[in-house]
C-alpha cells in the first residue's frame, strides 16, 4: 500500500533562517507530487506541483521553492523565511483516479 | 482559472438534523469536482469524487453531492449528522492543478 511521509512535524524558525521540507511517497511510481500551505480560513492554497523528477510547476509567486530531486521526494524550501511563512505545510499525492492522498502536514512557525 | 467558492464559513448543526454545505465553482470545461474533510487531529481524506455521468454522487460516510451544472454548484449533503462528522471540510476542482475551497468549519451541537 501507499504511504506519505513528511518531516518534521513541527518546526519553529527565526525570521531570515532557511527552510527544508521532506515529503517522501512509498509504494507508488513516478506520482504527481505537490505541496500545500494552510491558513485559518483560506482553505489550501496550493504552491507548487510536480508531474515528475525535475518538473516543478510554481503557483504563486513567493519565499519558496521546491524541488524534486529523485521520483518519490519532494522538497520545499527557502533560503530565507519571512513571518508571513508561518502555517501548516501539507504535501501530497495524486492518484490514477485524480485522488489526493495527503501527509500528516508540518506546523511551521516563523518567530 | 479555476476557482472554488464556499460561501459558508462556519455552520453549527444539531446532531440529527440534515446538513448542505455549500459548494461553487469556475471551470472553463467539464469540472472534476471533489469534497475533502479534515478531522481534528486527522490528515485530509476523500469523502467523493464527480467526474461525469450521474449528478447525485455517494461517499463515504453517508455523504453525497449534486452537481448541478446550470448553478455551477456541488452541494455536499447528509441527511443525518452525527457528532463524529464534526470537522472542516473542503470543496476542491480541477486535475493536476487541483484547486481547494476556504473550507466550512462543522460544529454538532447535541
Known amino acids: 500500500s501507499q504511504t506519505i511521509h513528511q518531516w518534521p512535524a513541527t518546526l519553529v524558525q527565526p525570521v531570515g533562517s532557511p527552510l527544508s521540507l521532506e515529503c517522501t511517497v512509498e509504494?507508488?511510481?513516478?506520482?504527481?507530487l505537490y505541496w500545500y500551505r494552510q491558513a485559518a480560513g483560506r482553505g489550501l492554497q496550493l504552491l507548487f506541483y510536480?508531474?515528475?523528477?525535475?518538473?516543478i510547476s510554481s503557483e504563486v509567486p513567493q519565499n519558496l521553492s521546491a524541488s524534486r530531486p529523485q521520483d518519490r521526494q519532494f522538497i520545499l524550501s527557502s533560503k530565507k523565511l519571512l513571518l508571513s511563512d508561518s502555517g501548516f505545510y501539507l504535501c501530497?499525492?495524486?492518484?490514477?483516479?485524480?485522488?489526493?492522498?495527503f501527509g500528516p502536514g508540518t506546523r511551521l512557525t516563523v518567530t | 482559472a479555476q476557482s472554488v467558492t464556499q460561501p459558508d464559513i462556519h455552520i453549527t448543526v444539531s446532531e440529527g438534523a440534515s446538513l448542505e454545505l455549500r459548494c461553487n465553482y469556475s471551470?472553463?470545461?467539464?469540472?472534476?469536482l471533489f469534497w475533502y474533510v479534515q478531522s481534528p487531529g486527522q490528515g485530509l481524506q476523500l469523502l467523493l469524487k464527480?467526474?461525469?455521468?450521474?449528478?447525485l454522487v455517494q461517499g463515504i460516510k453517508g455523504f453525497e453531492a449534486e452537481f448541478k451544472r446550470s448553478q455551477s454548484s456541488f452541494n455536499l449533503r447528509k441527511p443525518s449528522v452525527h457528532w463524529s462528522d464534526a470537522a472542516e471540510y473542503f470543496c476542491?476542482?480541477?486535475?493536476?492543478?487541483?484547486?481547494f475551497g476556504a473550507g466550512t468549519r462543522l460544529t454538532v451541537k447535541p
Open positions: 501530497a499525492w495524486m492518484a490514477g483516479s485524480y485522488e489526493q492522498y
Open positions: 509504494g507508488t511510481s513516478n506520482p504527481n
Open positions: 510536480s508531474v515528475g523528477i525535475g518538473q
Open positions: 471551470y472553463g470545461a467539464t469540472p472534476y
Open positions: 464527480y467526474f461525469s455521468g450521474d449528478t
Open positions: 476542491a476542482v480541477g486535475l493536476v492543478d487541483m484547486r
